[in-house]
């Protein structure tokens, strides 16, 4: 922690972290009177936003439906299936669906075959959020849906044995015993992703970037990794990174207090 002092100093190699020329707020000024950097804070918020009302619910509608299946082997061999993309590196992934979505690829074979002309997906802005969130689901939904199977597998079987008592369906076994029984986890889960808003993803966002998206695929981790690295403009790089872990810090603690009065209960 000692080297986010860099943030407030004009800092060199040559006189190294305590050596370099204090600055004070000068970077974060100037970082806020940059447009690349809003437009960075935009594509960050907007892109985390969608993986929120897209991602988030497709793990726990995925455990739900596991636990539905009255065919257990079929539940235990999709389970392990969906379990495999979480170990595939996001580079073979971009190779995969960058592969499938070229002029030649797997998508534009299919829309040739109706009579649809080839779209240069991975050129289109406007594809390039929806692309976040479609390998987003396809990569982790599997992996996240752990912790909500091991929430299920706790629900006390005798509430299900009261409700078929009671007469009720599938469905209303699933919306009065199922999710409120995992509700808790979800509650904890959705804290723990609002807080990282401001955390878009390195390596998905970065291998699937390309010149002709940037006004959409630059997020705020390539953004300090463009300035930090490649640029070598390391306190100002530095000054972005500590705005963004702040901003995740307050997210997280005005979220836990919005919960806590809300549901009575929150992460502490």
């Not at 979505?101 to 649809?116: P, R």
Request: glycine fraction near 6%.
């Amino acid at each position: 922690m000692v080297g986010v002092v860099i943030a407030f100093k004009d800092f060199s190699f040559r006189d190294g972290i305590f050596n370099s020329a204090w600055v004070g707020f000068e970077h974060f000024r100037a970082l806020f009177q940059d447009p690349e950097f809003w437009r960075a804070i935009r594509n960050t918020i907007a892109i985390n936003v969608l993986k929120i009302i897209f991602c988030f619910p497709f793990p726990i509608i995925f455990a739900i439906c596991l636990s539905e299946m009255k065919i257990k082997w079929v539940a235990k061999v999709s389970q392990t299936l969906s379990y495999l993309p979480h170990f595939i590196p996001w580079v073979i992934v971009a190779a995969i669906f960058t592969n499938m979505l070229t002029s030649n690829g797997l998508v534009n074979n299919i829309l040739n075959g109706f009579g649809i002309e080839s779209i240069s997906w991975l050129e289109k802005s406007w594809f390039f959020w929806p692309l976040m969130v479609i390998t987003g689901i396809w990569k982790e939904m599997g992996w996240n849906a752990i912790i909500y199977m091991a929430a299920l597998s706790s629900v006390n079987p005798e509430l299900y044995e009261a409700a078929d008592t009671d007469g009720a369906s599938r469905w209303q076994k699933v919306k009065y015993v199922t999710i409120p029984a995992i509700l808790p986890t979800i509650k904890i889960t959705f804290l723990i992703t609002l807080a990282g808003l401001f955390n878009a993803g390195f390596d998905q966002i970065y291998l699937f970037q390309n010149g002709l998206v940037m006004d959409v695929a630059e997020v705020l981790d390539t953004f300090i990794y463009r300035y930090g690295l490649s640029k070598m403009m390391y306190s100002y790089s530095t000054a972005a990174g500590l705005f963004q872990s702040l901003v995740n810090f307050t997210i997280l603690i005005a979220a836990n207090k919005i919960c806590k009065k809300m549901t009575g209960s929150g992460i502490y």
